[in-house]
């Protein structure tokens, strides 16, 4: 590699951030104490906490200059660590990257081996990005679901249903044979369709102050909105039931009471991907691989370039992206 490169590079100036695409050195990527990888970044990937880092909406990121992107897959080119070698494919989610650790809005990343996940074998970069994230946090509910013993042919609530971790939650749930019933701001309701939702519920009708129960709709939910959403869901889920809280796009605050839970035997169960360990990303991986059809993949992908991200962080808040939108940078 050459002693620069291209990254989307963050600042504060006057407590106003702007980013732009600027060369970096490449002595400015983090080194930790040992165990190094230095990635070519092929792509990267927009997700929500991105857009809050990117835009100063959410206190993501502290230290100036930085360079964002919470993931990205790539190959690798040099390597400390004794389970990589130099062409490996290789994806990073998670752990602070793009957070406190310089991340995938770049043409080079280094982190330690032990945060890197191989890829499955047949699994294009390209494919795996899309999954990124969001892909494997729409797994880990699904699982806490079946966990809790929330059957195929179970109805089960995906919010926030056309971002990224409710369309994967819907592809994924639609495969294993449960019945999805979507809660969407969108009016058009193609998009969520093709992925496999069967019902579909506005946005609107979960919002506004939850009562401490209310008519049992759905056997199970998974939602990456919060705030009012999840108490109005809590308080709609049928006897048994399990709620599955992985967002706050809506809000981060919980106003609920104790009747769902100590009346209707209400389960509700918290998912963190950042902080999984790589063997359960493993299994994770493999997981996805088989049960996310490349025409879904398709389906939901949308691909820009670097120096579009800052202006696709906005839209993103605004709530009018679908689906995932994945940076191209070496391809
Ligand atoms: N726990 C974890 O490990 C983890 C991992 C990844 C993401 N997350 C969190 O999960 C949430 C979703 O992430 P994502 O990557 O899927 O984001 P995303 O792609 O932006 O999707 C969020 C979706 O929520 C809906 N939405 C947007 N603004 C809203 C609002 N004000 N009120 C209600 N709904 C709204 C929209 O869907 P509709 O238009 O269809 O309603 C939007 O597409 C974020 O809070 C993110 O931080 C958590």
Partial sequence: MHDTFQALVLNREENRLHAEVTEVKRDALPREEDGNVLVEVHYSALNYKDALGLTGAGAII???????????????????????????????????????????????AQVPGNWLVKLPKGLSMRDAITIGTPGLTAIFAVEALEHE????????????????????????????????????????????????????????????????????RFDAAIDSVGGETLGNILSRTRYEGTVVACGLAGGHELH????????????????????????????????????????????????????????QAEAMLRGE????TVVRLHS
């Fill in 321 to 324: 992206l679908s689906g995932r």
């Fill in 149 to 216: 013993q929330i059957h195929p042919g179970q109805e089960v609530l995906v919010t926030g249903a056309s971002g990224g971790v409710g369309s994967f939650a819907i592809a994924i749930l639609h495969k294993l044979g449960y019945h999805v019933l979507a809660s969407t701001g969108k009016t058009d309701p193609a998009y969520l369709r093709a992925l496999g939702v069967e019902n579909i519920m506005a946005r609107s009708e979960l919002e506004g102050p939850a009562r401490p129960l209310d008519k049992q």
């Fill in 256 to 311: 609920t009471t104790v009747y769902p839970f100590i009346l209707r035997g209400v389960r509700l169960i918290g998912i963190d991907s950042v902080m999984q360990p790589v063997s359960r990303r493993m299994t994770a991986w493999e997981r996805l691989h088989e049960l996310v059809d490349e025409t879904v993949l398709k389906h939901m992908v949308h691909e820009i370039p670097l120096h579009d991200v800052p202006r």
């Fill in 62 to 108: 502290n230290e100036f200059p930085f360079i964002p992107g919470c993931e990205f897959v790539g190959k690798v080119v040099e390597s400390d660590h004794l389970d990589f070698k130099e062409g490996d494919e290789v994806i990073a989610t998670g752990f602070g990257i793009g957070e406190r650790h310089f991340g995938g809005f770049s043409h080079y």
